[in-house]
């Protein structure tokens, strides 16, 4: 750690690992007082001190705050720990997490551009490249980014983009994160990787290569299933002014009690996660063994296909898991349906384990041959595993599974 910063709390260096980072938010303008929790912002403009003042804040000759929508101290305090815990230089907090994509696809991408993006990637996602983008004259091409020969394939001259989710959302194939930032490189395209079921807990794509970061921050990163929002993420300062100015004129911004509330949760993402993530591989390996249970998708089994993948590119396996009950369809019905504590409802990476089914829910807006392709069969049930104690959990889910 630093010596005490000007205002008498303590910032984390650099090289200071990820709790700490969490912790010690960084924005001395929030912190100037001397709290200890930054302060709610509630305002939607700032005084200038003078008209001339205000006049070189905006030509930015001089720094300061205008107008919420374009900054204010308690969003940018969770700007400043979002971007350090992604090892990023910039964060830029948004609406939603379908906000941070939308900006990004809108700010990156013109008319004529190609994108290629992971099958299995947050249902929404999938439809704004395939029925919004494509209105703008964005033509997209769906993948299975996990097989790295693939996204060789699909890449054409004319591909701007590289969208990746890994592990995928909700089939838990692990995609090659440098491996598709050295092909999109060569075709002269960016690699923006949606880090939500990850975190930056378990994996900081920046270091593998990428170029964008988006988050649902609704999910690890809060953590308590009580806000929706959403950051990007960024290292190169172009990029940064870019879509900046697309998110401030486009609007999809934060508001500052989102950013408190947000900036509360993050501080135990890594004790959150840790426990989740634990409880997630025995639960894997208690599904594998149970006879009413087809088959189980975890990273962390070693004969999950992408094993090793995921063993090199994460620090852990994450708290997601998918599996098929024995039975098809009318079994994960009668699973979700007798579940007593995992909750029935379709977020992830809250304090409490929920479980869905995605072919008819999350995932419910894409083409039955899209939902095909990416995996997301009928049989399909998506677990996001919370903290509660790990023998519970599995107590529920044997009851919830048990013949008759
Ligand atoms: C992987 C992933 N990305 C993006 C989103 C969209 O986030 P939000 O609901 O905050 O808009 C979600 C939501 O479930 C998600 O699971």
Redesign the pocket.
């Known amino acids: 750690m630093k010596s005490p910063n000007s205002a008498g709390l303590h910032r984390p260096t650099e090289s200071a690992g990820l709790n700490t980072k969490a912790v010690h938010s960084e924005s001395s303008e929030a912190y100037k007082n001397r709290a200890v929790s930054c302060p709610i912002y509630q305002t939607s403009a700032f005084a200038f001190d003078s008209a001339e003042a205000g006049a070189r804040i905006f030509r930015g000759e001089e720094a300061g705050f205008i107008y919420t929508r374009i900054g204010n101290p308690t969003i940018e305090a969770l700007q400043n720990t979002v971007a350090a815990l992604e090892h990023g230089n910039y964060g830029l907090a948004t609406a ?3 906000a941070a ?1 939308s900006t990004t696809l809108l700010g990156l991408l013109k008319s004529g551009d190609h994108v290629v993006c992971s099958y299995a990637v ?1 249902g ?2 999938h439809v704004l490249l395939e029925r919004e983008m494509s209105r703008f004259d964005v033509r997209s091409t769906f993948i299975e980014t996990s097989d790295t020969d693939k996204v060789r394939d699909a890449l054409t001259p004319g591909t701007r983009l590289l969208f990746v ?1 890994t592990p995928a ?1 909700p089939t838990l194939t692990v995609t090659d994160l440098a491996a598709c930032a050295e092909l999109a490189h060569s075709r002269s395209a960016l690699l923006v990787v ?1 880090n ?2 990850a975190s930056p807990y378990l994996q900081t794509p920046f270091d593998l290569g990428a170029d964008v970061v988006v988050h ?1 921050l ?2 690890f990163i809060n953590g308590h299933s009580d806000v ?3 950051m990007i993420v960024l290292r190169d300062e172009k990029l940064h002014k870019q879509l900046r100015s697309v998110l401030t004129t486009l609007g999809g911004t934060m508001d500052p009690h989102q950013a408190w509330l947000v900036l509360r949760g993050v501080k135990t993402l890594g004790l959150r996660v840790a426990q989740a993530q634990a409880s997630a591989q025995k639960i894997a390996e208690f599904l594998r063994g149970h006879e009413s249970v087809a088959w189980v998708s975890y990273p962390g089994l070693p004969d999950h296909p992408h094993h090793e993948r995921a063993r090199r590119q994460m620090r852990g396996f994450g708290a997601m898991l998918c599996f098929g009950p024995k039975g098809g369809f009318p079994a994960a019905q009668r699973v979700l349906n007798r579940v007593q504590l995992c909750t029935l409802g379709v ?2 990476g809250g304090v409490e384990t929920l479980i869905q089914h995605p072919a008819t829910m ?1 995932h419910a807006g894409m083409s039955a041959e899209a939902k095909a392709a990416a995996g997301i069969d009928d049989d399909l049930v998506r677990l996001a595993v919370g903290i509660e104690d790990v023998d519970d959990l599995i107590a529920d889910l044997d009851q919830a599974l048990a013949e008759g």
């Open positions: 939603s997490g379908m994509t947050y929404p996602t989710e959302n949606d939500t079921f649902s609704t999910k929706v929002g959403g977020s992830l999350t």
